[in-house]
């Protein structure tokens, strides 16, 4: 289907002799916020190492916009990786950089926007992310949540068709963790912006996510994927039933 931006074809990922995950076969749609779930150890960031160019798959493949990733030229790469934007886990802000000059690098680097249409651009992409007065910052100086959307604020600098995130709400308070949650979904509902998250966190997953994959530590498979509130009210098996029920606030949500 031409609405797919990811597809992946009997995808294995793992290191050397260590197998993580084995043919993953999935697809994400454009507008998703598909949200790749399950224990510890069972692969997660992995996967998003193989689906961001930053690791090759043991067998199989995925294509990115309609193109088989891993046999396109290394130039052709560089211009599909320029339709995605990447938050990590820890923001990964530039420490002696300032917020305007952390979400200036990829304009500066892979534009050739002027100086003023740059500053103005960087401006837009902090207001977004409800960080307009804060471009002469640098990380020290602000919170872990700030932190976090200033590295949102990055990863959209090149108005990417994909971003996506590696345990978005790790370290995160509850009330900045909802916070990030309702940016995203106001990401995807104003910009059309496709998501791709890695996360265990239920109240993220049930709150974001319209699809989902569940990869199972023990088999080392794909053995759930749709919904994750359709999951819950028809768990394709044992572990991903008790995955989807921890915690008795995530079940009255549901009811």
Not at 73 to 84: A, G, I, N
Request: proline share 4%.
């Amino acid at each position: 289907m031409m609405n797919n931006v990811i597809l992946t074809k009997n995808l294995s990922v793992g290191y050397g002799s260590k197998v993580l995950l084995k043919n993953a076969d999935f697809a994400v749609k454009q507008k998703d916020i598909f949200v790749i779930m399950g224990g510890s150890g069972c692969g997660k960031s992995s996967l998003l190492k193989v689906l961001t160019g930053l690791m090759l798959p043991l067998e199989g493949s995925f294509d990115l916009f309609g193109v088989d990733f891993n046999r396109a030229s290394y130039e052709r790469q560089l211009e599909l990786r320029q339709k995605t934007g990447i938050l990590y886990q820890s923001g990964a802000l530039f420490s002696s950089m300032t917020l305007a000059e952390n979400v200036a690098m990829p304009l500066t680097q892979y534009s050739n926007y002027s100086k003023q249409t740059i500053d103005d651009l960087v401006h837009l992409k902090l207001s977004l992310v409800g960080l307009s007065g804060y471009e002469d910052y640098y990380p020290s100086e602000i919170s872990g949540g700030m932190k976090k959307r200033a590295g949102l604020a990055r990863a959209l600098a090149l108005d990417p068709q994909i971003v996506y995130f590696d345990e978005p709400s790790a370290g995160l308070d509850p009330v900045s963790s909802a916070r990030l949650d309702e940016l995203m979904l106001e990401i995807n509902a104003n910009l059309g912006t496709t998501l791709v998250v890695v996360t265990h966190e239920l109240q993220s997953i049930f709150t974001i996510a319209n699809n989902s994959i569940y990869l199972d530590a023990t088999t080392k498979t794909i053995t759930g994927l749709g919904n994750p509130h359709v999951l819950l009210k028809n768990p394709p098996n044992e572990r991903i039933a008790q995955f989807l029920t921890r915690g008795k606030e995530h079940e009255k949500r549901t009811e």
